[in-house]
């Protein structure tokens, strides 16, 4: 395996207007994905926030320190070349919704999941017109047609780059529900996360906290927020 990794080669990293959107400029020479296609997102802040994260690269490149440089890559690279699947994919996320599958036990946390989780399947159901039924413990809660063609509507209607936003937000949070009330502001970040976190939280408040677990939730929580991020920065 080789050890090789890319070196800073460029003084300065500026966000520039082109054809087709907004570009990246390392001195003189334009950024690219890693499938060698031109980068260029959709508004002047995502282009200044990639720029940002190319200037405060040291020597060498590190990309886990570029969430919205990948998220951009993931668009243009993944999204955009295979869109009908991408869309496809999360909309089975409907069919399995987090927020649909409630505890058998212990009471305390049938109540907190109940208390938290309904509001937003209300929401889903009277903002979206999709309403998604409940049911406890794993075996698949069926749902309607109707309802999970309103959901796929809702994530066919994003651009390449708002769909990559999308992908991380769903999947880390298992929930489509959550994921389109993040998008549509009607539940901040914050709250989403947490939201998604019901059972794990219930389980370290018994049971305490294990130290591999928590550096586990913290990845995916700043992904979460990463993903979010990107979303408004790729919003006109």
């Not at 054809?19 to 994905?33: C, I, N, P, Q, Y």
């Not at 926030?49 to 490149?61: G, K, P, R, S």
């Not at 599958?101 to 929401?123: H, S």
């Not at 903002?127 to 809660?141: K, N, S």
Request: proline content about 4%; aromatic content about 8%.
């Amino acid at each position: 395996m080789s050890d090789w990794k890319p070196k800073r080669f460029w003084k300065l990293a500026k966000a520039e207007a082109c054809e087709g959107g907004f570009t990246v400029l390392l001195d003189a020479r334009s950024v690219k994905t890693p499938a060698k296609a031109d980068l260029i997102v959709p508004t002047l802040a995502m282009a200044e926030a990639i720029a940002m994260e190319w200037d405060a690269q040291d020597d060498v490149l590190d990309p886990g320190t570029m969430p919205v440089t990948r998220g951009a890559n993931a668009a243009i690279d993944k999204v955009r070349t295979q869109r009908s699947e991408v869309v496809a994919l999360l909309a089975e996320y409907g069919d399995s919704d987090l927020l649909c599958y409630r505890a058998v036990g212990p009471e305390g946390l049938i109540k907190k999941q109940t208390q938290n989780w309904d509001p937003m399947l209300d929401w889903a159901a009277n903002t979206l017109g999709a309403r998604l039924f409940v049911g406890q413990g794993v075996m698949h809660v069926p749902q309607t047609r109707d309802a999970l063609s309103k959901l796929e509507a809702e994530l066919a209607v994003f651009d390449d780059f708002a769909l990559a936003a999308a992908h991380d937000l769903i999947s880390l949070s298992g929930s489509l529900v959550l994921a389109l009330a993040v998008t549509r502001d009607a539940i901040s970040v914050d709250d989403a996360w947490l939201l998604s976190r019901i059972d794990e939280h219930w389980q370290i408040a018994e049971w305490g906290e294990d130290e591999e677990a928590a550096a586990t939730e913290a990845t995916k929580r700043a992904a979460f927020f990463d993903a979010a991020r990107f979303y408004q920065l790729s919003r006109p």
